[in-house]
Every structure is written in structure tokens, then in C-alpha cells.
T-cell receptor, first 116, second 107 residues
Framework: DVKVTQSSRYLVKRTGEKVFLECVQDMDHENMFWYRQDPGLGLRLIYFSYDVKMKEKGDIPEGYSVSREKKERFSLILESASTNQTSMYLC???????????????FGQGTRLTVV | KNEVEQSPQNLTAQEGEFITINCSYSVGISALHWLQQHPGGGIVSLFMLSSGKKKHGRLIATINIQEKHSSLHITASHPRDSAVYICAVNHINKLVFGAGTILRVKS
């Protein structure tokens, strides 16, 4: 029962290409996140979204943009891919149930992007 | 100082040993997650905790909200447990990750 799906596990793109990484969740979660994971640096937040058409910059937004036209889909866009964007990209989604002190969080399997 | 600190950074154990990985956090949280990532693989959620203790097979996770500390225990460790274990917390609708603990279990 896959809950967060990332469109690709492995992707190879050329420098300068426009790249779309797609993430879809089927749990009606409000919050969605994009992270990148690099050796020695751990997981760093790129962008997140609290609702449809809303987006907030994370810690390392430079070189990226996002789109959330529908609640279930959060896309990460590399406008002009560069070699320093070679990384593992992870999508996550969460919801917070007020009063129950209970938060769900689910993670995609990750997309390993190589820019050559 | 990172908001989520894990220790140790690296851990090598012999098959069968009892393993403990620690996570301390300095922010208010609504939940804490333990995640597992095998080499070259995706991230799998092991536990989500908001209080107390959870057990799944040979894995046990505990959390002490007052002390802002959580532990992940692996009993009777096996080489297939070799992976990166990551602690993450929900803080104001964001997920904040620890740097991860690289575990290697030797046979």
C-alpha cells in the first residue's frame, strides 16, 4: 500500500535541461516537502507546501522551484539542471490532527538524480 | 547546534549484539520518526512515536518527551540490519532530520 510515490527512482539528465520530479500522495495530507540528501550533509529542506497553490522556501531553495496545483501532487522543478544538483531527492507528506497530538508522516522512496 | 542530534554517527557491531542508537532534539515536537535507508535504497519509515514505546519484531523505539530523547534498539542484530538509521521530528508542520547513524553489522 504505497502512500507516497515519486515518479522515478533513477534519473539522468544533461546540464541545462529542465527537470521535473513528481511526488503524489494518496492520504489527503495538507503538507508536502522536498528534501535533498547528500553525503555528510544529511537531508536538507528545499521547499514545502501547506496547501494547494501555497509554497514556502526551505533551507536551500536556490536553483529550484515547485508547483502544487492539486492537493495530492507536489512537483519539484530544476529550471536549468547543473552538476551540483546531482543528489538523492526525497518527498514527504504529513498531516496534523489537532487535539489528538498525532501526526502522520510518510516518505517516498527517493529519486537519485544524476546531472551530466 | 542542530535541532536533532543523533549518536553515534557510525556504529559497527557483531552479529547478535544488542544495538542502541540515540536521538536528542531541542525543539517542540508533535511526533518523532525513526527511518531506515539501505545503501542505494529509498527511505523506509520504521516507527512514529509521540509517547512511550513501540516494538516491531527485533526493533524497539522509545521516547521520553520530558527529556527530549528517543532511542532505537535492535535486538539480536543481523548483517541485514546494516543501514543508515535516521531520526526525524515533526516541528511546526515541518520535518527536521538528524544526520543519521551508519550501522554495520558484521557476521
Amino acid at each position: 500500500d504505497v502512500k507516497v510515490t515519486q515518479s522515478s527512482r533513477y534519473l539522468v539528465k544533461r546540464t541545462g535541461e529542465k527537470v521535473f520530479l513528481e511526488c503524489v500522495q494518496d492520504m489527503d495530507h495538507e503538507n508536502m516537502f522536498w528534501y535533498r540528501q547528500d553525503p555528510g550533509l544529511g537531508l536538507r529542506l528545499i521547499y514545502f507546501s501547506y496547501d494547494v497553490k501555497m509554497k514556502e522556501k526551505g533551507d536551500i531553495p536556490e536553483g529550484y522551484s515547485v508547483s502544487r496545483e492539486k492537493k495530492e501532487r507536489f512537483s519539484l522543478i530544476l529550471e536549468s539542471a547543473s552538476t551540483n544538483q546531482t543528489s538523492m531527492y526525497l518527498c514527504a507528506s504529513t498531516t496534523y490532527r489537532q487535539g489528538l497530538m498525532n501526526t502522520e508522516a510518510f516518505f517516498g522512496q527517493g529519486t537519485r538524480l544524476t546531472v551530466v | 547546534k542542530n535541532e536533532v542530534e543523533q549518536s553515534p554517527q557510525n556504529l559497527t557491531a557483531q552479529e547478535g549484539e544488542f544495538i542502541t542508537i540515540n536521538c536528542s532534539y531541542s525543539v517542540g515536537i508533535s511526533a518523532l520518526h525513526w527511518l531506515q535507508q539501505h545503501p542505494g535504497g529509498g527511505i523506509v519509515s520504521l516507527f512514529m512515536l509521540s509517547s512511550g514505546k513501540k516494538k516491531h519484531g527485533r526493533l524497539i523505539a522509545t521516547i521520553n518527551i520530558q527529556e527530549k530523547h528517543s532511542s532505537l534498539h535492535i535486538t539480536a542484530s543481523h548483517p541485514r540490519d546494516s543501514a543508515v538509521y535516521i531520526c526525524a521530528v515533526n516541528h511546526i508542520n515541518k520535518l527536521v532530520f538528524g544526520a543519521g547513524t551508519i550501522l554495520r553489522v558484521k557476521s
